[in-house]
């Protein structure tokens, strides 16, 4: 089952705007991470948040965790047409073994216009 | 870059016949997953390893293998390759001393079971 819902599915808007993707999730997290998919290729991280955290920042790039309302989301700012991707959130647990466990939302697809 | 190399990249094979994936890393990280990737289904764990010898399984495990003989090396085996398994086929690896969380991915392994 999958820990993580995004929305929106799909985004399309003009470079140089903001794009927000939201993530919920359903259970308890040590932490919350976000991955970019270019088309065909593999996923890349991006940034991670624990879930003694509420916001982070990396470049461009800015993210919240409510983990009273079991939610996070995604900001990047000042788009470019090189941010088209896929992006992905994934909810960490660490296994007895002390494997990051992710589990991941199905992704919303950025398309950036120029 | 945690220097993962996934093969073959691509494979068609016919419902019924082994298939065998590999993946190869040359950062020495402990952990290793396979996860497959599909529309509308996000990444879903198949098996992990945290050791030489030493796997568990993942969410969706039923219909694959694993073996670690060599840290660097992390197999999938489809037994019998079903339908139901054409899926696109990503290694992750994990290095807990970075402390950072972060999955590394390979570039994925497109396998379509006619």
């Known amino acids: 089952s999958q820990q993580g819902e995004e929305d929106p599915q799909a985004l399309s808007i003009q470079e140089g705007e903001n794009a927000t993707m939201n993530c919920s999730y359903k259970t308890s997290i040590n932490n919350l991470q976000w991955y970019r998919q270019n088309s065909g290729r593999g996923l890349v991280h991006l940034i991670l948040i624990r879930s003694n955290e509420r916001e982070k920042h990396s470049g461009r790039l800015r993210v919240t965790l409510d983990t009273s309302k079991k939610s996070s989301s995604l900001l990047i700012t000042a788009s470019r047409a090189a941010d088209t991707a896929s992006y992905f959130c994934a909810t960490g647990e660490l296994s007895i073994q002390g494997a990051q466990k992710l589990v991941f939302g199905q992704g919303t697809r950025l398309t950036i216009n120029p | 870059d945690a220097g993962i190399t996934q093969s073959p990249r691509h494979k068609v094979t016919e419902t019924g016949t082994p298939v065998t994936l590999r993946c190869h890393q040359t950062e020495n990280h402990r952990y290793m997953y396979w996860y497959r990737q599909d529309p509308g289904h996000g990444l879903r764990l198949i098996h992990y390893?945290?050791?030489?010898?030493?796997?568990d399984k993942g969410e969706v495990s039923d219909g694959y293998s694993v073996s670690r003989s060599k840290t660097e090396d992390f197999l999938l085996t489809l037994e019998s390759a079903t339908s139901s398994q054409t899926s696109v086929y990503f290694c992750a690896t994990y290095n807990r001393s970075r402390n950072t969380g972060e999955l590394f991915f390979g570039e994925g392994s497109r396998l379509t079971v006619l």
């Open positions: 390893s945290y050791g030489v010898k030493d796997t």
